[in-house]
T-cell receptor, first 116, second 114 residues
Framework: AQSVTQLGSHVSVSEGALVLLRCNYS??????LFWYVQYPNQGLQLLLK??????LVKGINGFEAEFKKSETSFHLTKPSAHMSDAAEYFC??????????????FGQGTILTVHP | NAGVMQNPRHLVRRRGQEARLRCSPM?????VYWYRQLPEEGLKFMVY????????ESGMPKERFSAEFPKEGPSILRIQQVVRGDSAAYFC????????????FGQGTRLTVV
């Protein structure tokens, strides 16, 4: 069974500061990994995803994440926070095959607050 | 190409009523996934459907919940005799294949049971 743990349900940063949202996963097979962002009362928007190849993945809005197999981590970073980054962020994992049928297992979410 | 369309966006039901949530996948997508987001929680998988078939309903509550994806028309998530604990945001995602890497999410339906 897969699982995702997001460390810290709330993260607060100053505008212009580094954003670091932590995600650890467990999977019995090589995973696909995702970060989604959800603004209040909105749906989920894909920020970035890791499938194969380069372990450093760049996404939209200046975010990036690095897949570290040895640490089973996929932390999300952004060098300089902007007020518009305030939202809830979800890390998710899916199997790469087998009988998982592409369904996603989500973490609990991290609410990012950006203050002036 | 319109995105995944869910309606209604907001739904209020009294306890004991039925709730019907609709999901129209993106054009060309024949795979639909439903997820539920309870307050203060992440999204949980409910059911995976292909046209006219339920492939995986391991996340669906055993009673009162059902889903369908007919040959024509949207996918429907039906909740009978709603209770307060059913209050949540329900999201669907569609994909052209059974791969999460190609899935797109709708805006969700926020169900409130009063």
């Amino acid at each position: 069974a897969q699982s995702v743990t997001q460390l810290g349900s709330h993260v607060s940063v100053s505008e212009g500061a580094l954003v670091l949202l932590r995600c650890n996963y467990s999977s019995s097979v090589p995973p696909y990994l995702f970060w989604y962002v959800q603004y209040p009362n909105q749906g989920l928007q894909l920020l970035l995803k890791y499938t194969t190849g380069a372990t450093l993945v760049k996404g939209i809005n200046g975010f990036e994440a690095e897949f570290k197999k040895s640490e089973t981590s996929f932390h999300l970073t952004k060098p300089s926070a902007h007020m518009s980054d305030a939202a809830e962020y979800f890390c998710a994992v899916s199997d790469t095959g087998g009988t998982s049928y592409g369904k996603l297992t989500f973490g609990q979410g991290t609410i990012l607050t950006v203050h002036p | 190409n319109a995105g995944v369309m869910q309606n209604p966006r907001h739904l209020v039901r009294r306890r004991g009523q039925e709730a019907r949530l609709r999901c129209s996948p993106m054009k060309g997508h024949s795979h639909v996934y439903w997820y539920r987001q309870l307050p203060e929680e992440g999204l949980k998988f409910m059911v995976y459907l292909q046209k006219e078939n339920i492939i995986d309903e391991s996340g669906m509550p055993k009673e009162r919940f059902s889903a369908e994806f007919p040959k024509e028309g949207p996918s429907i998530l039906r909740i009978q005799q709603v209770v307060r604990g059913d209050s949540a945001a329900y999201f669907c995602a569609s994909s052209p294949r059974e791969l999460a890497t190609e899935a797109f999410f709708g805006q969700g339906t926020r169900l409130t049971v009063v």
